[in-house]
């Protein structure tokens, strides 16, 4: 199933995507949003999945609404660096022997198409187009990347957009260069996992102003998604509604040659990952 939530920010109802992959259907007679205890009601899910099959979910009005992040209420989202084998090349890093983790407030979540925001002083603002990861079961120390796997709900496209600046030249963490004001546009869809087979074979993609910046893989990570949910539990306890960010391909501006070609308002930055959906947004002067 494709889940989204649409609507005007902050009021957003849920919907199904049809298999025509166009049509919007009502959701908000079967569940009163998109949200952690959804994903971890297997019934409640067997419901929409019923009523989508019957055809008795009514058409959503309107022509093209908004669509909103397709998760309301997410708990944490843990985000993996350098978790490409292109990427760490690309910017002279070296291999990581564990992934590494670092976190994004929910609060940085806006919907696929939103507007975002060039931070006050940034010169140094950076694209990173991610597969995201939501949870749908509580893991803690999981024993395998299978039984991470078996952890996760679905997935979406994340643009897990940085302050180069900040985030390196500026001291302490990573931190103060991703948790920027609207700093994480997430969906369109939530793609349920059983529509997902196989996490390590999906093309990303990423443009600026419609020239190509980003064409990867997968494939390229150098730890997969059901390692990576491994590995987090065993530092902290991920919860239904929980997001893992999990890394960038090569093609950032961060890995070009001087002058590198960092964001600047009035730059459009359109997004894909092969079968979740695409993003489209404009940045503007925070």
Known sequence: MKLLRVGTAGAERPALLDQDGTTLRDLSGLVTDIDGALLADDAALDRIRAAAASGGL??????????????????????????????????????????????????????????VLVPRGSVKTDWEVELAVVIGRTARYLDSAADGLAHVAGYAVSHDVSEREFQIERGGTWDKGKNCETFNPLGPWLVTADEVPDPQALALRLRVNGELKQDGTTAEQIFGVGEVVRYVSQFMTLYPGDVINTGTPAGVALGKPEPKPYLRAGDVVELEIEGLGRQRQEFKDA
């Open 58 to 115: 009514s058409v959503l009005d309107g022509a093209g609404p908004r669509i909103g992040p397709p998760l309301a209420r997410i708990g944490k989202i843990v985000c993996i660096g350098l978790n490409y084998h292109d990427h760490a090349a690309e910017t002279g890093a070296e291999i990581p022997a564990e992934p590494i983790i670092f976190f994004k407030a929910p609060d940085t979540v806006v919907g696929p198409d939103d507007t």
